[in-house]
């Protein structure tokens, strides 16, 4: 793709899932060095099998990203080792949905909060500070069109998935001119196994792929998008 990321640390949190494997991989192939963190060790054996030659630049963290102390320590090891932290990607999500607010149980709420709110706040607080102290450093948040179109029996996800696009924004806001820039993209139903078995009867040539949706993430990442902070953009797929 030609982005110029030779050389760079990038952190990819749940760089091991259906998404963030392929922004790993995608990185990984651009010359960067990647650390991920995960939860099962199984996907991160597959993904540096999969990485081959380029696994030689690939770490990997088992680290619970809720966890403010857990978070701090991971960052401050990996800017003790590396020059700088150029790159944070945060691709960690769930979904829960099916059921009307008023039959969705309290731990459905808090379980969508946690995982895609809770753990993104908790890692662009702790990523943006070296970043701010290098004066460089791009980031870059997955949210779901579901922050922004609030379909019906999906409550705790569209507003778990709204409150950090929001969170987000307003970060934007306090990095003008810090040389930080950060940017979301808002994909629709990401096409992975996950979501396929899901939904076995939905239309999946219409759902972008995670290799399309790493290479928006990549451009967002150069300096090829230097210009673009505080956006948030709509990757839909096919129609």
Known sequence: ????????????????????????????????????????????????????????????????????????????????NHT?????VNTIGGYAGGETVWQQDA?????????????????LRAAVQPMLAQKSGAIITVSSKAALDHGPRSSAYSASKAAELAFVGSLAGELNGTGVRVNSIVPSIIDTDANRKAMPDA????????????????????????????????????R
Do not use: C
């Open 203 to 238: 239309d999946f040539s219409t759902w972008p792929k995670p290799e399309e949706l790493a290479r928006v993430i990549l451009f967002l990442a150069s300096d090829q998008a230097s210009a673009i902070h505080g956006a948030a953009i709509p990757v839909y797929g096919a």
């Open 84 to 88: 700088s932290l150029d790159v944070f």
């Open 1 to 80: 793709m030609n982005v110029s990321l030779s050389g760079k640390l990038v952190l990819v949190t749940g760089g091991t899932g259906g998404l963030g494997r392929a922004v790993s991989l995608a990185f990984l192939a651009e010359g960067a060095r990647v650390a991920v963190t995960y939860r099962n060790p199984a996907e991160f054996t597959q993904l540096q099998q999969d990485a081959g030659s380029f696994a030689g630049s690939l770490t990997g963290h088992a680290v619970d990203v809720t966890n403010e102390s857990a978070v701090r320590d991971l960052i401050a090891s990996l800017t003790a």
């Open 107 to 123: 731990s459905t709420l808090e379980r969508m909060f946690t995982l895609n709110f809770r753990a993104s706040a908790t890692m």
